[in-house]
């Protein structure tokens, strides 16, 4: 059966072989690449920049705090919706339309006059954000085959990796060189020209996909989904004014509504029709439930781990926002550096990488809190630079093989909502995460004679926790993967043909 016919037979319309027939790809890649890379920075960039927005737009720390919070919160309850939408009516045209209204918004927000209006902007950006985010992963299924699909997702990887960690960075020079009690602004309007070629360029390059025949959109399924994760969240994302103390009561309503989700997404396909998320992604896609929840505890303690290394260097140390986003540079350079790396040798290694990887970033973070605990003055950072970048290269070899490990066996029908939950699960990690070791940091600050140092080696520890967890899931499946790649002889007879294990 030729590609056309396995295509129709699986539902969909023929997509054309990524296997050297559109020698565009790669170029159309690099397009959702930096569009994926604008929208995830955009989560961690503007946080060096609240002291000057508060001051200047007059506003009340709650306030200001939505201009983070509600951009994480809508990116994150978009995101299965949109990677959905992309499935049935074209991730192209999905990609385009979010892509415009990013850049529409961050125009928006750069111009916003008042606290209100920056944060509506900030809402609408979340939202085209959480839009472009699963046609990514998408695209890339779509146009690759084989080995290089696990190269493209190495890119991928390696710009997840790195976004969140250089946001601080390019957010401090942004306003170094923008200067002025304004240059908050620019901190959007860098979005608009990037954004604006990546458009004209998508417009161009990015493959044309006949549409599937359109189903009904499981309407249901979004407000659960959505109801569900808006509940586990916002506790979260309000944790600095209070959301854990006052709206705790919401993770069990979230809980319930997810519950309630499931049985509704097995109800609907049982009945025929195509849900929002297929069951069969969890129960009969290999290394997909596995995979997600890797991922979700990993940012747990990737995501955190960030802001309490910027709170101790600015607060502690006395460093600038500048300095203290360079002085973790090192862990963002490996991390890009072996990601790239990682994504060419998935193929031959597969959960073997991530397990490495996870080792790594537990012995690098472990590392450098034990060497900023303990070693006094300003040149333990300098100490500090290499066992970063070593947790660095490990946490190049968790990010993009994990996304290969987890997404390679979805068929590609369901490759957008596959790719949203994923993001979803990762976007959960991180709420958690910079919910929980940030307040960890703070609660041992005044409670504690050795402050700044103590706080840091408590949160950072506690941020390692998750990663172990993580850690102890990929040796399992790694194990489980060996087992079932190991022929199976029967012992009574050494000659008998050698059957394979199925997966």
Known sequence: MGAAEQAKAGGEHAEPDAEGTDPRRWRALWVTLVAGFMSLLDVTIVAVALPSMQRDLHASAPAIQWVVSGYALAFALVLVPAGRLGDAIGRRRIFLLALAAFVLCSAAAGAAPTITLLVVARLAQGVAAGCLAPQNSALIQQMFRGAERGRAFGLFGAIVGISSALGPIVGGLVLMFAGGAQGWRWIFYVNVPVGAVAL??????????????REPLDLWGVVLLGSGVLALMLPLVLAEAGGLRTLWWLFVIGAALLLAFTRWERRVAKGGAQPLLDPELVTSTRGYAIGATIGALYFVGFSGVWLVFALFFQNGQGLSPLRSGLAVTPFAIGSATAAFVAGRLVERY????????????????????????????DHAVWLAAPV???????????????ITMTLRDVPVRMAGAAGGALQTAQ?????????????LFYLVLDNSHDAYRSALAVAVGCGVLPVLCAFLLAVQDWLRDRRSRTPACPPEHTHSH???SQP
Not at 200 to 210: E, F, K, S, T, Y
Request: aromatic share 4%; glycine share 20%.
């Open 498 to 500: 050698t059957h394979a």
């Open 200 to 213: 004209l360029l998508g417009l161009r390059l990015l493959p044309r996909v006949a549409p599937r025949r």
């Open 350 to 377: 597969g959960r073997l990488l991530t397990v490495c990887g996870l080792a790594g970033v537990i012995v690098g973070l472990g590392g450098a809190v034990l060497i900023l605990w303990r070693v006094p003055g």
């Open 427 to 439: 976007r959960l990690g991180a709420a958690v995460g910079t919910a929980a070791l940030p307040g």
């Open 388 to 402: 970063l970048f070593f947790g660095g290269l490990g946490s190049g070899c968790v990010i993009s093989p994990n």
